[in-house]
């Protein structure tokens, strides 16, 4: 399996643009999470979905912040309008299944997504 | 909800063992202790995850006291490859089944 892809790589986009990173999980994996990771805030859990169910969205900061899964095998995180307080890297990782009864599945986390907004 | 303290940083000689503490004196009876590690410019690893017992695998192995107040995380033979930041983290029911990752121990391994 070539495990958790995410584009685009890197992103430079200005103040007020929307910006949609995008996800593929690990094939058969159930669960999908998305951390945004700063240097001020460490990697922060945003939102994660269970079969393409949005389970816990507690971490997502804001209204400009919207994430969908339509297909089991595809997610968005879309920032719209950017500000420059959202640059960070962006991830994304899947396991075979998230939440209780312990223990967790291992979570498998993507490359990331670098975004600079100017 | 559980908190793990971590040393922000540590040196290791390549070769010899490297032996990462992790303080979790809250925990609960039911929550685990799981150990990820995060190389430079890369998305986090998992390695371990224990709940009373011992813990080993390829990777490493984890030494949980019998308290379970605190944790080792044990790389046997440290390589440079090895150079990263490595979270303890803390997690059952009472985390809604989330990882809740802090700043983690960034460990150096040098020549």
């Known amino acids: 399996d070539a495990g958790v892809i995410q584009s685009p790589r890197h992103e430079v986009t200005e103040m007020g643009q929307e910006v949609t990173l995008r996800c593929k999980p690990i094939?058969?994996?159930?669960?999908l999470f998305w951390y945004r990771q700063t240097m001020m805030r460490g990697l922060e859990l945003l939102i994660y979905?269970?079969?393409?169910?949005?389970?816990?969205d507690s971490g997502m900061p804001e209204d400009r912040f919207s994430a969908k899964m339509p297909n089991a095998s595809f997610s968005t995180l879309k920032i719209q309008p950017s500000e420059p307080r959202d640059s960070a890297v962006y991830f994304c990782a899947s396991s075979l299944v998230a939440g209780i009864p312990p223990p967790q599945e291992t979570q498998y986390f993507g490359p990331g997504t670098r975004l600079l907004v100017l | 909800d559980a908190k793990t303290t971590q040393p922000p940083s540590m040196d290791c000689a390549e070769g010899r063992a490297a032996n990462l503490p992790c303080n979790h004196s809250t925990i609960s009876g039911n929550e685990y202790v799981y150990w990820y590690r995060q190389i430079h410019s890369q998305g986090p690893q998992y390695i371990i995850h224990?709940?009373?017992n011992n813990e080993t695998n390829e990777m490493a192995s984890l030494i949980i006291t019998e308290d379970r107040k605190s944790s080792t995380l044990i790389l046997p033979h440290a390589t440079l490859r090895d150079t990263a930041v490595y979270y303890c983290?803390?997690?059952?029911?009472?985390?809604?089944?989330?990882?809740?990752f802090g700043q983690g121990t960034e460990l150096s391994v040098k020549p």
């Open positions: 983290i803390v997690s059952g029911y009472n985390q809604g089944g989330k990882l809740i």
């Open positions: 979905f269970n079969n393409n169910v949005p389970i816990d």
């Open positions: 094939s058969g994996h159930n669960s």
């Open positions: 224990g709940l009373k």
